[in-house]
Protein backbone atom coordinates (compact mmCIF):
# COMPACT_ATOMS: atom_id res chain seq x y z
CA UNK A 1 0.00 0.00 0.00
CA UNK A 2 2.82 2.68 0.87
CA UNK A 3 4.42 1.21 -2.46
CA UNK A 4 1.45 2.53 -4.42
CA UNK A 5 0.90 5.85 -2.18
CA UNK A 6 4.53 6.53 -3.07
CA UNK A 7 4.21 6.18 -6.93
CA UNK A 8 0.85 8.08 -6.72
CA UNK A 9 2.89 11.30 -5.00
CA UNK A 10 5.54 10.53 -7.65
CA UNK A 11 3.33 11.04 -10.59
CA UNK A 12 1.83 13.97 -9.20
CA UNK A 13 4.73 15.92 -8.08
CA UNK A 14 6.63 15.18 -11.22
CA UNK A 15 3.45 16.84 -13.09
CA UNK A 16 4.15 20.11 -14.99
CA UNK A 17 2.16 23.18 -12.98
CA UNK A 18 1.00 23.94 -16.58
CA UNK A 19 -0.99 20.82 -16.54
CA UNK A 20 -3.17 21.63 -12.99
CA UNK A 21 -3.45 24.54 -14.80
CA UNK A 22 -5.13 23.02 -18.00
CA UNK A 23 -7.63 21.23 -15.41
CA UNK A 24 -8.28 23.68 -13.55
CA UNK A 25 -9.01 25.74 -16.64
CA UNK A 26 -10.84 22.69 -18.01
CA UNK A 27 -13.34 22.02 -14.90
CA UNK A 28 -14.39 25.65 -14.48
CA UNK A 29 -15.35 25.68 -18.39
CA UNK A 30 -17.14 22.83 -18.28
CA UNK A 31 -19.40 23.79 -15.06
CA UNK A 32 -19.75 26.65 -16.98
CA UNK A 33 -21.23 24.91 -19.68
CA UNK A 34 -23.78 23.19 -17.27
CA UNK A 35 -25.56 26.18 -17.52
CA UNK A 36 -27.56 27.81 -20.23
CA UNK A 37 -25.16 30.52 -21.92
CA UNK A 38 -24.42 32.33 -25.21
CA UNK A 39 -22.80 30.39 -28.45
CA UNK A 40 -19.10 31.24 -28.23
CA UNK A 41 -17.89 29.26 -31.43
CA UNK A 42 -14.82 31.20 -30.77
CA UNK A 43 -14.29 29.66 -27.37
CA UNK A 44 -15.93 26.64 -28.28
CA UNK A 45 -12.66 25.64 -29.95
CA UNK A 46 -10.27 27.04 -27.31
CA UNK A 47 -9.97 23.16 -25.60
CA UNK A 48 -9.78 21.15 -28.53
CA UNK A 49 -6.69 23.49 -29.19
CA UNK A 50 -5.23 22.67 -26.23
CA UNK A 51 -5.54 19.11 -26.67
CA UNK A 52 -4.59 19.38 -30.52
CA UNK A 53 -1.32 21.33 -29.62
CA UNK A 54 -0.50 18.76 -26.69
CA UNK A 55 -1.21 15.79 -29.21
CA UNK A 56 0.89 16.80 -32.05
CA UNK A 57 3.49 17.87 -29.96
CA UNK A 58 4.14 14.86 -28.49
CA UNK A 59 3.63 13.01 -31.77
CA UNK A 60 6.11 15.54 -33.67
CA UNK A 61 8.66 15.73 -31.14
CA UNK A 62 8.81 12.20 -29.34
CA UNK A 63 6.91 8.97 -31.65
CA UNK A 64 9.22 7.23 -34.00
CA UNK A 65 6.39 6.77 -36.22
CA UNK A 66 5.26 10.29 -36.59
CA UNK A 67 3.45 10.06 -40.08
CA UNK A 68 1.69 6.56 -39.63
CA UNK A 69 0.45 8.08 -35.97
CA UNK A 70 -0.99 11.32 -37.56
CA UNK A 71 -2.60 9.59 -40.09
CA UNK A 72 -4.31 7.19 -37.72
CA UNK A 73 -4.87 10.08 -34.97
CA UNK A 74 -7.06 12.15 -38.03
CA UNK A 75 -9.20 9.56 -39.11
CA UNK A 76 -9.73 9.00 -35.68
CA UNK A 77 -10.39 12.44 -34.71
CA UNK A 78 -13.08 12.46 -37.78
CA UNK A 79 -14.54 9.21 -36.20
CA UNK A 80 -14.93 11.16 -32.56
CA UNK A 81 -16.24 13.94 -34.18
CA UNK A 82 -19.09 11.87 -35.75
CA UNK A 83 -19.52 10.01 -32.44
CA UNK A 84 -20.04 13.34 -30.31
CA UNK A 85 -22.39 14.63 -33.09
CA UNK A 86 -25.00 11.44 -32.14
CA UNK A 87 -23.96 12.27 -28.46
CA UNK A 88 -25.19 15.83 -28.94
CA UNK A 89 -28.05 15.03 -31.29
CA UNK A 90 -30.81 16.43 -28.76
CA UNK A 91 -28.66 19.40 -28.12
CA UNK A 92 -31.09 22.69 -28.00
CA UNK A 93 -30.61 26.09 -28.80
CA UNK A 94 -33.01 28.92 -28.70
CA UNK A 95 -32.63 33.17 -29.35
CA UNK A 96 -33.31 35.10 -26.66
CA UNK A 97 -32.50 38.79 -27.01
CA UNK A 98 -31.17 38.09 -30.61
CA UNK A 99 -28.91 35.89 -28.83
CA UNK A 100 -27.77 32.23 -29.38
CA UNK A 101 -27.80 30.31 -26.86
CA UNK A 102 -27.40 27.24 -25.77
CA UNK A 103 -28.73 24.45 -23.20
CA UNK A 104 -26.40 23.56 -20.31
CA UNK A 105 -25.28 20.08 -20.37
CA UNK A 106 -22.68 17.69 -18.04
CA UNK A 107 -21.74 16.41 -21.65
CA UNK A 108 -19.12 19.13 -22.04
CA UNK A 109 -17.89 18.66 -18.98
CA UNK A 110 -17.57 14.72 -19.24
CA UNK A 111 -15.75 15.23 -22.31
CA UNK A 112 -12.92 17.31 -20.79
CA UNK A 113 -12.69 14.96 -18.44
CA UNK A 114 -12.13 12.29 -20.58
CA UNK A 115 -9.40 14.26 -22.68
CA UNK A 116 -7.57 15.15 -19.42
CA UNK A 117 -7.32 11.78 -17.64
CA UNK A 118 -6.68 9.91 -20.66
CA UNK A 119 -3.61 12.51 -22.18
CA UNK A 120 -2.86 12.53 -18.40
CA UNK A 121 -2.96 9.14 -18.21
CA UNK A 122 -1.12 7.98 -21.41
CA UNK A 123 1.90 10.50 -21.14
CA UNK A 124 2.37 9.25 -17.00
CA UNK A 125 2.68 5.41 -19.48
CA UNK A 126 5.02 7.38 -21.96
CA UNK A 127 7.40 9.03 -19.55
CA UNK A 128 7.52 5.45 -17.30
CA UNK A 129 8.20 3.37 -20.10
CA UNK A 130 10.07 5.46 -23.12
CA UNK A 131 10.91 2.66 -24.80
CA UNK A 132 6.89 3.03 -26.10
CA UNK A 133 7.86 5.65 -28.44
CA UNK A 134 9.65 3.39 -31.01
CA UNK A 135 7.22 0.63 -30.92
CA UNK A 136 4.85 0.73 -33.87
CA UNK A 137 2.05 -0.62 -32.46
CA UNK A 138 1.96 1.80 -29.29
CA UNK A 139 2.05 4.42 -32.02
CA UNK A 140 -0.62 3.13 -33.60
CA UNK A 141 -2.99 3.11 -30.40
CA UNK A 142 -2.17 6.11 -29.33
CA UNK A 143 -3.06 7.51 -32.61
CA UNK A 144 -6.46 5.89 -32.26
CA UNK A 145 -6.91 6.94 -28.35
CA UNK A 146 -5.70 10.30 -28.57
CA UNK A 147 -7.63 11.20 -32.02
CA UNK A 148 -10.92 9.73 -31.25
CA UNK A 149 -10.93 11.51 -27.46
CA UNK A 150 -9.87 14.95 -29.24
CA UNK A 151 -12.45 14.88 -31.65
CA UNK A 152 -15.33 14.37 -29.02
CA UNK A 153 -14.96 17.32 -28.86
CA UNK A 154 -15.77 18.79 -32.59
CA UNK A 155 -19.60 17.36 -32.22
CA UNK A 156 -21.02 20.39 -30.27
CA UNK A 157 -19.10 22.69 -31.87
CA UNK A 158 -21.01 21.85 -35.26
CA UNK A 159 -24.19 21.43 -33.62
CA UNK A 160 -23.76 25.46 -32.31
CA UNK A 161 -21.83 26.41 -35.66
CA UNK A 162 -25.27 24.48 -37.30
CA UNK A 163 -27.93 25.93 -35.12
CA UNK A 164 -26.79 29.53 -34.74
CA UNK A 165 -26.80 30.11 -38.80
CA UNK A 166 -30.21 28.06 -38.62
CA UNK A 167 -31.49 30.73 -35.88
CA UNK A 168 -29.85 33.45 -37.22
CA UNK A 169 -30.99 32.77 -40.95
Not at 67 to 80: E, H, T, V
Not at 126 to 154: A, D, E, K, R, W
Amino acid sequence: MFELLNIIVQILSHTPIWVWIVLIILIKRGIALQRDSPISLAKSFIMPAIFILWGLNTIATKFHYPLYLLMIYMLCLGLGACASLYIYRKKRFYIQHTVVMQGGSKIPLFIMMINFCIKYCLNILLSTHPSLYSVFGFNIIYGIISGFTVGLFFGGIIKSAQAKARLLA
